[in-house]
């Protein structure tokens, strides 16, 4: 075949793949109790397909719903690999999902990224294919306890959770964390979620005295133990909630039960990273919310690196996973950037931040240098 014509239909192919978007899968809890956060992650990568199409980078997002629950989220990572033949997969939410997830990501060697989810095990397990923007529990727990020791002097903690993956993890988290700086746990408390009574928990919690309740849960149940705490009077020197619920608005809105608790946080409007808070203010006129979730923020983020990455790439999967290996990006997340360490592996190191509830919206108070106001201390119910 001629020099020309071998030329000609190389331009063709190139041109071809410039306008065929890049197909990318999403795993997002769009049903079920986890529902409110899986809407922020929506809302994230909705505005991550503007910017990208501004960039000239055209992506198809191939959206599953695994109701929050690993098995559906499983069968859906299935789906995108074998059937929808995705370049890379964003996602899931929960850190039960994202874990379970993990394993068939390198079993096809599809890029998994995973925005939200923290379970230390999730990079733990010298996955090549799996990378995660999020900090881990051991982050959350680590930024509220050295805060809380900053801002007065407790000596004792209780720790409640939901015995799921992200609950039992962040409470091993900062049970360890505690043993490190000298603080003496003196209640470890797992609850099935979605209970409808936690009095007597409370209670028992209550007659221990804490300086310091630290707590993993998700939206309902969080609304549900404050509501119930203050129900037994229950006042510790600090409330400190491990992100996921305690960072939603809808928690946030409970004035009466949520107005001076903590909460770790990845993200918040008023930090120094470059575009955050221009996003802050685009997602707000978006979508007429008052309060910007640190998951939207992630889940954009998340969908930025892994099209960037996927372009690059030319969609190939394995040319992905040496994109994200290889790569560093500065954005509305600070720097991002997969590496090893601690036994971690494609992890991103990720500065995490405090926000304290006050006056019913979610204020950046720790570190000093992104707070925007003060941190209360200690607490006090409305």
């Known amino acids: 075949m001629p020099k020309r014509i071998l030329s000609l239909l190389a331009a063709f192919g190139l041109a071809l793949q410039a306008q065929t978007p890049l197909k990318i899968g999403v795993i997002n809890c769009v049903t079920g109790t986890q529902a409110p956060i899986g809407e922020y992650m929506s809302n994230g990568y909705k505005l991550a397909l503007e910017d990208l199409q501004k960039q000239g980078i055209k992506v198809e997002l191939v959206l599953e719903d695994d109701t929050g629950k690993p098995q559906v989220s499983m069968s859906a990572m299935?789906?995108?690999?074998?059937?929808?033949?995705?370049a890379g997969v964003v996602g899931p939410y929960s850190s039960a999902c994202a874990n379970a997830v993990s394993k068939?990501?390198?079993?096809?060697?599809?890029?998994?990224?995973?925005?939200?989810?923290?379970?230390?095990?999730?990079?733990?397990?010298?996955?090549?294919?799996?990378?995660?923007?999020?900090?881990?529990?051991?982050?959350?727990?680590?930024?509220?306890?050295?805060?809380?020791?900053?801002?007065?002097?407790?000596?004792?903690?209780?720790?409640?959770?939901?015995?799921?993956?992200?609950?039992?993890?962040?409470a091993k988290?900062?049970?360890?964390?505690?043993?490190?700086?000298?603080i003496q746990v003196v209640a470890e408390e797992a609850y099935a979620s979605g209970s409808p009574d936690y009095r007597s928990t409370l209670a028992k919690i209550k007659g221990l005295k804490p300086d310091l309740v630290f707590m993993v849960s998700y939206v309902?149940?969080?609304?549900?133990?404050?509501?119930?705490?203050?129900?037994?009077?229950?006042?510790?020197?600090?409330?400190?909630?491990?992100?996921?619920?305690?960072?939603?608005?809808?928690?946030?809105?409970?004035?009466?039960?949520?107005?001076?608790?903590?909460?770790?946080?990845?993200?918040?409007?008023?930090?120094?990273?470059?575009?955050?808070?221009?996003?802050?203010k685009r997602y707000k006129a978006k979508f007429g919310k008052e309060e910007v979730p640190y998951h939207a923020a992630?889940?954009?983020?998340?969908?930025?690196?892994?099209?960037?990455?996927?372009?690059?790439?030319?969609?190939?999967?394995?040319?992905?996973?040496?994109?994200?290996?290889?790569?560093?990006?500065?954005g509305i997340m600070g720097e991002v950037r997969f590496i090893d360490y601690n036994g971690y592996t494609n992890q991103n190191r990720h500065q995490m931040l405090v926000e304290q509830i006050q006056n019913g919206k979610h204020e950046t108070v720790w570190p000093p240098e992104y707070g925007a106001k003060k941190p209360v201390f200690p607490f006090k119910w409305k």
């Open 173 to 182: 988290s900062a049970k360890a964390y505690a043993a490190q700086v000298g």
């Open 78 to 86: 299935e789906k995108l690999v074998t059937r929808d033949r995705v």
């Open 298 to 330: 992630n889940a954009y983020a998340s969908m930025m690196v892994m099209a960037e990455a996927a372009a690059k790439a030319g969609g190939d999967r394995e040319k992905v996973r040496v994109q994200l290996n290889d790569g560093k990006w500065n």
């Open 104 to 170: 068939l990501a390198e079993k096809y060697k599809v890029p998994l990224l995973v925005p939200v989810a923290s379970k230390e095990d999730i990079t733990r397990q010298n996955q090549k294919y799996v990378f995660r923007l999020s900090a881990t529990t051991e982050d959350y727990a680590s930024i509220l306890i050295s805060m809380a020791q900053k801002l007065g002097k407790p000596k004792t903690m209780a720790i409640l959770n939901e015995n799921t993956d992200f609950g039992t993890s962040g």
């Open 220 to 280: 309902a149940d969080g609304i549900l133990l404050m509501r119930q705490a203050r129900e037994v009077g229950l006042t510790p020197q600090a409330f400190l909630g491990a992100g996921a619920g305690f960072a939603s608005s809808e928690f946030a809105r409970e004035q009466a039960i949520s107005n001076n608790v903590f909460s770790s946080t990845q993200w918040t409007t008023d930090v120094n990273w470059p575009g955050a808070k221009d996003f802050g």
